[in-house]
C-alpha cells in the first residue's frame, strides 16, 4: 500500500504545473470557506451575546400562554408568589445555572408633566439582573450604572423624544391587575442605550417600585430570565429544566411553566439561522469546486495514461488496484489542497483580528469583529474536501481500472 | 506437456458493421522452454495471437490452454492473477512506467502483484538488473536511459516473477543492431538458466536466426512451421 501511495505522489509531481494549479483551486476554496464560517460565526456569537447578554439571558421562563400575548404584558398571566418559589427552587437545582432574575413587566403612560408617552418597564433586582445580563450595566449611556430605588431608566429614544434628562422628575402611571389605576414619581436616573430585539426599547425600575406601581402585596413575576455558566449547554439545561418543570400543573391539570431558550424569544435567530444556511450554500459550493477540479485533473490523468493503465494490467495489476492507485492521487490532492488552504485560512484570520474590523448592529456600534477557527471546523471542512476529492477520482478511477488491457495497450 | 495448446483459435473483430477475421482456425502446440517466433506481414494476426495467449484478450472461438489452464475462461480479476503469476511481457516500446527508478520498475510486479517479502525481492532485482547490466543504472529513471537499457530494463521485469513464458512484441524493433542482439543473447541466456518460454512476434531477421521454431503467420492463418537457426545451435 506505501508503494502505491508512493507512485501516487510521484504521479501527481510529473504534472507539477496541473497539481500545483488543482491544489491552489481547492486551498482557496478552502481558505475562503473557513474565513467565511470564522467571520459570520463570530458576527453570530457577537449578536447572539448582545442580545442574550444585554436584555433576553439564555432562558426565560414564564407562565404559561404569557409568551403568546406579550405584546400586551398581561399582568394576569403572571406567575404567583408560590410558584415562582417552586421555579427558584428547582433553578437552584441545577448546577449549570449561574444565576437567574425574576422580572415585573408591565406597560404604563410616562409623563414629563408636560407631554405623555407609553412605556413598557422591567421591574428588576438590580444585583440579579446584572448577574444575569452581564452587559445590561454597559447600556446605560448616562447616569449612575445602577438601578436605585424610586429611580427609572428609560430609553434614549423616549429621553429624546420627551427632552428629559437624567435627574428630571417624571410619572409612571399603570393599570393594575384588578384594573384601578395607579402613579408614582420616578427620578430619572439614567438613560440606556435602545438595543434590536424584544425589550430593547423597555425601561427598567426596581423591582419594589414596580410592585408599588402595580399595587402588589405579593410578589408576582412575569418571567424569570436564565444566564448558563456554559452557552454551549442551552439545549440540555433547557430541556432538563423542562422536563423538571413540567410535574407542575394547574388546577386544570396544564402545565404553569414555559420554558424557552433565547432562540424561540427573539427575531434575530432567524438571522442566525440565515448566517447558517448561507454557509452550508459556501459550503457546498467548496464541494463543487472541488468535485469539478479533481474530476477534471483525474480524467486527464487516465487519459493521458492509458498505455501506462494497459502496461501495469498487463504485468498482473489487479483492477482494485488500479482504482486504489487513481484514488489515492485524488485522495493526496485534496490533502495538499486541504492542508494549504488551512494555513492559509488561519494566516488570514489572524490577520483580520490584528486589523481590528469594526461593524454596527442595529443602534449598536463599534462591535469588533473577532473570527477564530475551531480544531472542529478545520477538520470537519478538511474531512469534506478530502472525502469529495476521493468521490471525485471515483468515476476516473474506475475507469481506468475497468480498461481492457488489450485496447490500452493499442492507445496511441 | 505441452505449455501451450491452442486449438482452432478464430478472433473476429467487429469495427463498425464490418467483421475482421484477425486469426482464422489457428491450432499449434508449444513446449515449456522453447525459444519461439511467429513472424508474418503485418495484419497478419502476430499481435493478436499474442494478445490471446497473453490472457489479454479472449479468442471469438476455438480453446487455448496455458499452463494448463483455459484462458479464455478467466474472469478480469483471474486473468491478471494468471499474468502476474505465469507470464511476463516485453513490448516493442518498452512500456517502463516512467516515475519509477530502474531498480522500482523491476521491482514493481514483485511488490504490487505478487507481494515478495522484503529481502527476496531486493535479491531478485538486484540478481537480475546484474544479469542484463543494468545494476550501475539501478537509481536512474526511464527517461535517463538509453532505449536499449529500457529494454534490458524491460527483460529484468518481464523475467523478476520467474515466469513460465515471455511474450515478447517487436522487442528489437526500436533497437539498433548491436543493441538488439544483446537483448537477444540475454532472453536467450535466461530461457537456457531458467527454462523460461520466450514467444516472439516479430518481422526481425536477428530474431528469426536465433529462436529455435519459427510459426509464419498470414492473413490470420498458420501457414508454416519452420526451425530456426538457434534450435540447431540449441
Known sequence: ?412 | MSLINAKNLTKVYTLGEIKVEALKSVSFEIEPASFISFIGPSGSGKTTLLNLIGCLDKPTSGTLKVAEVNTSELTRKEAASFRGENLGFIFQDFNLIPVLTVYENVEYPLLIVQNVPSEERKNRVISLLKTVGMMDQKDKYPDQISGGQKQRVAVARALVTNPRLVLADEPTANLDSKTAFMVIDIMRQMKEEFGVTFIFSTHDPKIVREVETVYTLQDGMLIGRTQGMGGRHA
Do not use: C
Not at chain 1, 409612571?172 to 384588578?178: E, L, P, S
Not at chain 1, 396544564?254 to 440565515?274: C, G, H, I
Not at chain 1, 452550508?280 to 463543487?288: E, Q
Not at chain 1, 486504489?324 to 489572524?350: P, T
Open chain 1, 1 to 412: 500500500m506505501l508503494k502505491l501511495f508512493k507512485i501516487a505522489v510521484r504521479n501527481l509531481t510529473r504534472y507539477k504545473r496541473r497539481t500545483l494549479l488543482t491544489s491552489s483551486l481547492i486551498a482557496i476554496g478552502v481558505m475562503f470557506v473557513l474565513v467565511f464560517v470564522a467571520a459570520s460565526g463570530s458576527f453570530k456569537y457577537i449578536m447572539i451575546g448582545q442580545i442574550t447578554d444585554s436584555m433576553l439571558g439564555h432562558i426565560q421562563v414564564h407562565k404559561r400562554g404569557y409568551v403568546a400575548s406579550i405584546d400586551s404584558l398581561p399582568l394576569t398571566l403572571n406567575l404567583s408568589e408560590k410558584a415562582e418559589k417552586k421555579l427558584e427552587k428547582t433553578l437552584g437545582e441545577i448546577l449549570e445555572i449561574e444565576a437567574f432574575s425574576p422580572r415585573i413587566k408591565f406597560g404604563g403612560m410616562f409623563s414629563n408633566f408636560i407631554e405623555t408617552t407609553n412605556i413598557r418597564v422591567n421591574g428588576v433586582y438590580p444585583e440579579k439582573e446584572i448577574a444575569t445580563v452581564p452587559l445590561f450595566l454597559s447600556r446605560i449611556k448616562q447616569g449612575e450604572k445602577s438601578i436605585k430605588e424610586g429611580e427609572i431608566l428609560i430609553p434614549e429614544l423616549l429621553a429624546t423624544g420627551l427632552k428629559v434628562k437624567v435627574r428630571d422628575t417624571v410619572v409612571v402611571i399603570a393599570t393594575n391587575r384588578d384594573g384601578s389605576v395607579n402613579g408614582k414619581q420616578f427620578v430619572i436616573g439614567g438613560i440606556i442605550e435602545s438595543v434590536t430585539g424584544p425589550g430593547g426599547r423597555d425601561g427598567y425600575m426596581h423591582i419594589k417600585d414596580a410592585m408599588e406601581v402595580l399595587r402588589m402585596d405579593e410578589m408576582e413575576v412575569s418571567e424569570v430570565a436564565i444566564r448558563l455558566k456554559d452557552f454551549s449547554k442551552l439545549n440540555a439545561v433547557s430541556n432538563r429544566l423542562d422536563e423538571m418543570l413540567s410535574k407542575e400543573l394547574n388546577t386544570q391539570g396544564k402545565q404553569v411553566f414555559d420554558v424557552r431558550t433565547w432562540e424561540k424569544l427573539s427575531p434575530f435567530y432567524n438571522v442566525a439561522r440565515m448566517i447558517d444556511v448561507m454557509t452550508f450554500f459556501i459550503k457546498l459550493m467548496l464541494i463543487a469546486i472541488v468535485l469539478v477540479s479533481i474530476m477534471n485533473v483525474m480524467i486527464m490523468a487516465v487519459f493521458e495514461r492509458i498505455r501506462e493503465i494497459g502496461t501495469i494490467s498487463a504485468i498482473g495489476t489487479k483492477p482494485k488496484k488500479i482504482l486504489s492507485l487513481f484514488l489515492i492521487e485524488g485522495f493526496f490532492l485534496g490533502v495538499f489542497g486541504a492542508a494549504v488552504g488551512n494555513i492559509l485560512a488561519i494566516g488570514l484570520v489572524f490577520l483580520i483580528n490584528l486589523v481590528n474590523i469594526s461593524f454596527n448592529f442595529g443602534r449598536q456600534s463599534g462591535l469588533v469583529l473577532s473570527p477564530s477557527l475551531s480544531a472542529g471546523d478545520i477538520l470537519w471542512i478538511s474531512a469534506i474536501v478530502i472525502i469529495v476529492s476521493v468521490v471525485a477520482a471515483l468515476q476516473p478511477a474506475f475507469k481506468a481500472s475497468r480498461m481492457e488491457p488489450v485496447d490500452a495497450l493499442r492507445h496511441i
